[in-house]
């Protein structure tokens, strides 16, 4: 299969491997010497951003790619190693990297691969339960972590098996309400809004700091 980028495009993807590498390689060595800066500062998770940049950058090259006739194993390959990821994992495990590439690689991956109308990855994800989680992941990512370390800290500090189900439960409800509250909303009117390349300045300027 071939499929040559248009200039611009391959060198935005350049542009962005390169800040993938840089930010990576020094996750790597903050990973070991200072792991808590490592996992909550930006430079050194931006090499995960990177890899949502990379496929989001070139759509025409991923509907393409979802065409290849390996697409569907690919993408089950993907899925499964997402799934298997959570138990390659405890406590003293090095963090970020090199060991999140175990996750990002696959997720950018079955993203690519998945799009195809075939194969069990693409069947499994287009479940009606599965597309309404996906929506609302954004906002459950946002409140999952504030109750659980809450819930771990100050109610339950050796949280039984069932307690974190029910904060996983929780996380969902939560984010479905904020989903429905906030986040949609929000995005209806920051697209109709004159204001947009405003927010965007100023969301890159936070970043940034």
């Known amino acids: 299969m ?10 935005r993807l350049a542009i962005v491997a390169a800040i993938a590498a840089v930010s990576f390689a020094l996750s790597s060595v903050m990973s070991f010497t200072d792991a808590k800066t490592a996992f909550f500062s930006l430079p050194s998770r ?3 951003f990177s890899a949502g940049a990379a496929v989001a950058l070139a759509p025409q090259f991923a ?12 993408a089950a390959a993907a899925l499964a190693v997402l799934l298997v990821a959570p138990f390659l994992f405890d406590g003293d495990s090095a963090w970020p990297a090199p ?26 994800l287009s479940l009606s339960p599965l597309t309404w989680l996906g929506r609302i992941s ?15 800290y100050s109610v339950f ?8 189900v029910a904060l996983l439960a929780a996380s969902i ?4 309400g904020l989903n429905a509250t906030i986040e949609n909303p929000f995005r209806v009117a ?13 969301a890159a300027a936070a970043i940034a700091l």
Do not use: C, M
């Open 2 to 11: 071939r499929f040559a980028l248009p200039r611009p495009t391959a060198k």
């Open 46 to 48: 931006l090499w995960e």
């Open 63 to 74: 509907a393409r790619v979802a065409q290849w006739r390996h697409a569907g194993r690919l």
């Open 99 to 124: 060991l999140a590439a175990i996750v990002v690689a696959p997720t950018a991956a079955l993203i690519l691969y998945a799009r195809g109308p075939s194969g069990v990855a693409h069947r499994l």
């Open 138 to 152: 954004y906002s459950v990512y946002l409140v999952h972590w504030p109750l659980v370390t809450f819930a771990t």
């Open 157 to 164: 500090p050796a949280a039984a098996p069932a307690t974190r």
């Open 173 to 176: 409800v939560a984010g479905w």
């Open 190 to 202: 920051y697209r109709s809004s004159p204001l947009q390349r405003w927010a965007a300045l100023g």
